[in-house]
């Protein structure tokens, strides 16, 4: 597959170099049915037991952010099946991270290949209903348009709904998600008990990633060793990355995981000594420093660095001073939180009002005390993550950025002198992504 731009915006989309592209397709335009199953989509399940080893030997994990292990979820909500337990299949495209586009480009350009990955998840777990959940509007009406020509060929494996709600960083996490899809507010509720025990309905639910329940359909196809020809033994298979920053336009790769962080900067025309470092994994990973450089795009490095791959968002750091894009980040985190959880509602604005101070240059070292105590007891808090992204986010700025704290705290920043940084939501990118 070539590169290719999107019209109008200029989005780019395309494989790592010899990466042959599973998820990507070199045609722009929308996959329609005849298209899909001309490729291959919507074979036969066949065997379950086989399916879902299959799932179990390609080691495919979560692309939503926690990276669990996609046979684990599915194992949880067929064994409540197998004891004679109705169960439902939610496929979550709330894409509520600013700096993501690759469940909304997948919804749509191949909104079939989302469904069929769906329908194959229906099928293991015995789900005779299942639900696509999500608020882009554009998103809504292609998977809307795959849904009626499936009914118009008459397909009748699975009962598949659509619910659509407002866009809110919340309203992504998988409580949210069942909630919303039960009638109620698309806010997270307390856990246990968790969707695989009660969810929709209140019956074991399997609520998967759009680009999850997407690499479905290759290693049904192709099996399990196959998905293993990419990516690292850990961390196998290809993932979408949705890069931004660097003065490039944004772009959606497809990489192998493993790949090194600076052949991404070459494929997206960023030099590494324009780096200061990244907002990895979206904002709930927090920012990595230069140190960034010598990795590679896996599990294993990320955690080790501090941080993680989480939604596969990759924001670059060149020009921007990291206090301000901490300070912008956690300002973000106080606005959307779900206002449910005391400790969230009020650590995030704290932990915001102090990166705020830094960024203008009136905090002081008992402030900033106070910031690094408030990441660490924080943590765990809140009915969702965004608590802890909160807390990611002043943790990896006091660790990794301690040089431009400290020339923040005695006033001398020299980019902040030449202008500001401030974002409602930093390095947005779903504006570029065209109908």
Known sequence: ??????????????????????????????EDLAAYREAGGYQALGSVDTALAQVRRSGLLGRGGAAFPSAIKLS?????????????VVANGEEGEPASIKDKWLMRRRPH????????????????????????????RRIDAALTELDTAGNSEVDIALVTVAPAYVAGEETAAVRAVNGGPA?????????????????PTLVGNVETLAHLPFVHRYGGAAFRGAGTAQSPGT????????????????LPHGVAFTDVLALHGVAPENVRGALLGGYFGGMVDRAVLTATLDHELMRALGSGLGCGAISLLTGECPVAVAAAVLRYFDRENAGQCGSCFNGTAAM???????RDATATAADIERLERWSVVLRGRGACGTLDGAANAAATLLARFAPEVAAHLEGRCPTCASGVYSADRPFEVEAVLPA
């Open 352 to 358: 915001a009002a102090v990166a705020v101070a830094l």
């Open 76 to 88: 949880g909500v067929r064994d409540a099946h197998l004891r004679g337990t109705e169960t439902v």
């Open 1 to 30: 597959m070539q590169e290719t731009v999107e019209p109008v915006t200029g989005l780019t989309v395309a494989p790592a170099p010899g990466c042959v592209p599973r998820l990507l397709r070199a045609d722009s335009g929308v």
């Open 187 to 203: 806010k997270p509720s307390d856990k246990p008990p968790r969707p695989f025990e009660q969810g929709v309905d209140g019956l």
């Open 239 to 254: 993932f979408l990355a949705t890069v931004t920053g660097g003065g490039r336009p944004p772009a959606l790769y497809e």
């Open 113 to 140: 290949l989302v469904l069929d990955g769906l329908r194959l998840a229906a099928g293991i777990v015995g789900a005779r209903r299942a639900y696509v959940y999500v608020s882009d509007s554009e998103s809504a």
